[in-house]
């Protein structure tokens, strides 16, 4: 079956780029969990809640888009 002209070979590799990245992203969101929680602990700014809020909302997102992506691909 061809989607566009292209062949299921090139179909298969795009797949598994796409989720290799958006493993690699998942990667990143935790990095960037952690980096906030390291920054929290050292500086004191009176935003700390809503950074840490906002950090973790961004790792869920990036788990949810990677297990939808896994689910349609």
Request: proline share 0%; aromatic share 6%; hydrophobic share 65%.
């Amino acid at each position: 079956m061809e989607f566009l002209g292209l062949d299921n070979s090139i179909l298969i590799i795009a797949k598994i780029a796409v989720t290799i990245l958006l493993g690699l992203y998942v990667f990143f969101a935790v990095v960037v969990v952690r980096q906030v929680n390291i920054m929290t602990s050292t500086l004191e700014v009176g935003l700390e809640r809503f950074l840490e809020t906002v950090a973790v909302l961004h790792l869920l997102l990036a788990v949810a888009t990677l297990i939808t992506a896994l689910v349609i691909l």
